[in-house]
Nanobody, 118 residues
């Protein structure tokens, strides 16, 4: 089991930046993938960015070139650096850990609100 705690959300103007952090309760070194998802009001939760244990990453098309995911295995923390934020990025952002041992298990944080507005 792993607990995830997000932080770093808030209110930012269009064009601004934020960095989200996700602190895990134990080592993330061997976790298959760590990711950030978001859910806007009335919409389904969607993948924003994901980083695999080997370091490969993937991003939603809507955030490519603006968001960067990274992981610090020593600190058991995953980051999402968000730049050039737009109103359509407004959502609750959730951290996810996907562990694959004998089966696949997804762990979720409680979410952090990001609001982009002037």
């Amino acid at each position: 089991h792993v607990q995830l705690v997000e932080s770093g959300g808030g209110l930012v103007q269009p064009g601004g930046s934020l960095r989200l952090s996700c602190a895990a309760s134990r080592s993330i070194f061997s976790i298959y993938a760590m990711g950030w998802y978001r859910q806007a009001p009335g919409k389904q939760r969607e993948l924003v960015a994901r980083i695999f244990s080997g370091g490969n990453t993937n991003y939603a098309d809507s955030v490519k070139g603006r968001f960067t995911i990274s992981r610090d295995n020593a600190q058991n923390t995953v980051y999402l650096q968000m730049s050039n934020l737009q109103p359509e990025d407004t959502a609750v952002y959730y951290c996810n850990a996907r562990e694959i041992v004998l089966s696949t298990t997804d762990y979720w944080g409680q979410g952090t609100q990001v609001t982009v507005s002037s």
